[in-house]
């Protein structure tokens, strides 16, 4: 992993560590989708973790398009793109695993149904909701209607 790469990585991990929900948007013969997914406690190195189970519509749009979107809301606002994949290992689901899943899910790790999902993030948009005076000079230029630079309140980071 490059210096550089590194860096994105470690700032993606600060912004989303203490958000334990997120909006995963999937594509649906119908369209865009999205649900709220808890995200599991790993430490993001690149990827992010979830459950779920076969026997959902989300289960086949992954199979169908493996593209999704997974948003983040707290302290800060992330958007991170990436591609899905099916994770049956059953270490791994008994690594991740929490008591909470039992109820949530009623049922348990060694479910046969039960998979996981792994989010390679490829890249991210973030805006950091801390930076009250970039804000605050951007919404006041759209309201005097001079020109305002969004890039000034919010960063792109590719992650491949």
């Known amino acids: 992993m490059s210096k550089y790469h590194q860096e994105e990585v470690e700032k993606l991990r600060e912004l989303i560590k203490d958000i334990d929900t997120a909006m995963l948007t999937t594509k649906a013969p119908e369209g865009l989708v999205s649900r709220p ?17 076969k026997d959902t519509d989300k289960y086949q749009e ?29 270490e791994k689901k008994k690594e991740l695993w929490s008591t909470a899943y039992e109820k949530i899910m ?19 948009e973030y805006w950091e909701t801390g930076s009250i005076t970039k804000q605050a000079v951007f ?22």
Do not use: C
């Not at 009623?106 to 991210?124: R, S």
């Not at 919404?139 to 992650?159: C, F, H, P, V, Y």
């Open 37 to 53: 997914m808890k995200t599991q406690d790993v430490e993001f190195d690149g990827d992010l973790w979830f459950f779920t189970k």
């Open 139 to 160: 919404m006041l230029k759209r309201m005097t209607g001079q020109e305002a630079d969004s890039a000034n309140i919010n960063e792109t980071i590719e992650l491949e």
């Open 62 to 90: 992954f199979l169908m398009d493996a593209d999704v979107n997974v948003a983040y809301v707290g302290d800060s606002y992330v958007s991170v793109s990436g591609k899905a994949e099916i994770v049956e290992d059953l």
């Open 106 to 124: 009623q049922t348990t790790y060694d479910d046969p149904n039960v998979i996981l999902v792994k989010v390679h993030a490829e890249a991210a």
